[in-house]
């Protein structure tokens, strides 16, 4: 009996980054002002719950950020549209960006080639807070892509110029191929492959984790975009792949009759839930 953890399932840089950020600015708080993140900090309702008992409270909507007066606002690791941006240094309250890095890196791609005239292509998610925050730099010439068939379809004038970038989230082998779509379409394209590294390797680390188990688990909340994507790329290798967000989620009966068990998670993950799940998949063999 063999129970298989991936090394890269958990926390990656950016969420780390951004929820140390909260109870951080948590711990400071001696002022006693309300702390709000602008959306869930991120996609963990196990972890906006923790935040909640410590009076951090959540914006869901851009009329809660313009009745705003004091206080101070945490901005996710996903990133908010620049007019957005604008809005909060307008009013009277203090900024902490958390944006990740690598999206913030995006941001200012987009941003910059925009202004160069050129059209921007963004490969992802069109309802993803991240994807949605980049499109909000990128000028009025964007368009967002996700499936073959938006490729298609996509067209503009035959000499006009694109810039590709991705969600950084996104599954690698459907950029590849949406991507290949675009470019037979003879544009002047160039196309920058903006995947977070930590996703490529948490995608490539599970399918092989996935391809020689017999039953595969993935770790993460049901709004997670990432963790949504692990479950895909297990399933096509495990057809015995369980998505479950705390371990009440899973029914450990399913497995008592497995000799080897895989656990992934998205990138948005608490380590003490894998751990906790981890540790009770063992105690049954």
């Known amino acids: 009996m063999e129970v298989i953890r991936a090394k890269t399932a958990g926390f990656c ?34 972890v906006v719950k923790d935040l909640e008992k410590r009076g951090i409270k959540v914006i869901n909507k851009e009329q809660e950020l313009e009745m705003l007066e004091e206080g101070t606002v945490i901005i996710r690791s996903h990133g908010i549209e620049e007019r ?40 992802g998610n069109p309802e993803h807070p991240e994807v949605i925050g980049i499109k909000g730099w990128a000028g009025q010439e964007v368009t967002v892509i996700q499936n073959p068939q938006e490729a298609e379809d996509f067209e503009l004038e ?10 950084t989230t996104f599954n690698y082998n459907k950029f590849q191929d949406l991507v290949e779509i675009i470019s037979k379409k003879s544009y002047d394209i160039n196309v920058l492959n903006t995947i977070c590294n ?17 039953a595969m688990i993935v770790i993460g909340d049901k709004h997670s975009s990432n ?39 998205g990138a948005s993950t608490p380590n003490n839930i894998i751990e906790e799940v981890q540790s009770n998949v063992r105690i049954i063999f």
């Open 13 to 46: 840089f950016g969420v780390k980054r951004a929820v140390d950020t909260v109870y951080e600015q948590a711990k400071q708080n001696q002022e006693k002002k309300t702390i709000y993140t602008y959306g869930p900090i991120i996609h963990n309702a196990e």
């Open 198 to 214: 930590a996703t490529k390797e948490r995608q490539s680390e599970a399918r092989t984790i996935a391809e020689k188990v017999d």
């Open 158 to 167: 035959v000499d006009k110029k694109i810039c590709v970038v991705s969600q």
């Open 227 to 265: 963790t949504q994507k692990l479950f895909e790329i297990c399933k096509k290798a495990c057809k015995d792949t369980y998505y479950i967000q705390t371990l009440e989620d899973l029914d450990l009966n399913q497995l008592r009759s497995v000799e080897t068990v895989g656990i992934t998670a």
């Open 84 to 123: 957005i941006y604008k809005k909060m240094k307008e009013k009277n309250i203090n900024i902490v960006d958390a944006t990740c890095p690598f999206v913030k890196k995006i941001h200012n791609i987009v941003q910059k080639e925009s202004r160069a005239g050129k059209h921007i292509v963004i490969i």
